[in-house]
């Protein structure tokens, strides 16, 4: 395990960062069904599961759009289609009465618990529960006023980039750093619900962290557990992925959900992805050290008397380890031994 890298940070007990264990997020969304019992459940099923921390969105329909039935407000094309805008959050925005009490229980739980805020009210009310950190989501990355208010607060900021081109994530950054902002994890993402596996472009997870000097990571849409494993191993700090009880229970995001044991093995191999990477170390490592007596060494493989010739036929590289190097075969063929050697004896430099 490293040290860390100079732009880890903390939430809450937890360090975030190269060389710490990766941040998992289970993130809630609309999958609650407007039922608290069944919020209060997928708390515990995180848990369950292995998650570091509990995600909620905090806005209402109102703070994001307005009740309008025109064209511009009508979703065209994808899982949404057909519906407007002010129905889609109508069905998917988390009660703001309910959030204390869900803070209460995934700190009962031992989970860290935080929001994405999508207006400045939400901001100023994630602040009354002291939140450790703040979420931007992709599509809020471009709200300039949002990013300014977060900024203000201090606090360590998670920002999605779905959609963004490198000028629009630069922006952004420069945002919340000029305005107050010092700790800042950087996600890539695929706006699409759900996203296919081949436009997940991985491989801009170290190049956002190495440009930005942030920490890396992915907020995942794809369906199934194999892009945020793939994602650890490109250096992914920080996995966020939507958590159901059930996908049957239906939900604006139930589709591209995980279920609790779904989740639980992507937990678990995101763990050993992590614990494969290790350190760039050559060398047999401790585990390897017995095996190496089974490599290959100099054996005589038949009966020879004093005074005959070392040749192929009776001197042969094969397993194990106990005789001399094979680098020293054709030094010994065609001296003669000065003594008898049974056969299946390691070869020695006294018998030639």
């Not at 921390?53 to 065209?76: C, G, H, M, N, V």
Request: charged share 25%; glycine share 8%.
């Amino acid at each position: 395990m490293t040290h860390g890298s100079p732009h880890a940070f903390r939430i809450g007990e937890r360090k975030i960062g190269d060389g710490f264990p990766v941040y998992v997020i289970a993130e809630m969304s609309a999958n609650h069904g407007h039922d608290i019992e069944v919020a209060l459940k997928l708390i515990d099923a995180a848990k369950a599961a292995g998650a570091d921390a509990i995600k909620l969105q905090t806005y209402t329909p109102d703070t994001l759009t307005i009740d309008s039935d025109k064209e511009w407000f009508r979703i065209k094309e994808g899982l949404w289609s057909g519906r407007t805008l002010y129905e889609l959050y109508s069905d998917a925005f988390t009660p703001w009465e309910w959030q204390p009490r869900l803070q209460r229980a995934a700190r009962a739980a031992g989970l860290d618990f935080f929001s994405t805020p999508f207006d400045e009210t939400a901001v100023d009310f994630l602040e009354l529960l002291d939140v450790p950190v703040h979420k931007v989501a992709s599509f809020e990355l471009v709200d300039i006023p949002l990013l300014e208010k977060i900024a203000a607060t201090g606090k360590p900021v998670i920002m999605s980039t779905g959609m963004a081109t490198l000028e629009e994530i630069d922006e952004a950054v420069r945002t919340l750093r000029s305005g107050g902002t010092t700790d800042l994890a950087l996600l890539k993402c695929t706006s699409a619900y759900p996203a296919p596996a081949d436009e997940a472009n991985l491989r801009s997870i170290p190049i956002l962290a190495k440009r930005f000097r942030t920490v890396g990571g992915l907020s995942d849409h794809t369906l199934g557990i194999s892009v945020p494993v793939a994602a650890v191993a490109v250096g992914a700090r920080i996995v966020e992925k939507h958590l159901t009880l059930s996908r049957a229970m239906g939900g604006p995001d139930a589709e591209f959900s995980l279920e609790p044991a779904e989740f639980r093995a992507m937990v678990d191999s995101v763990r050993t992805a992590e614990s494969a990477l290790g350190q760039a170390e050559f060398g047999p490592s401790e585990k390897e050290q017995q095996s190496r007596i089974f490599r290959r060494s100099l054996f005589v493989v038949k009966d020879v008397k004093a005074g005959e010739p070392f040749t192929r036929e009776n001197v042969r590289a094969i397993r194990p380890g106990y005789g001399l190097h094979t680098r020293h075969l054709e030094e010994i063929l065609g001296r003669r031994a000065r003594r008898d050697v049974e056969r299946g004896t390691p070869f020695e430099w006294s018998f030639a």
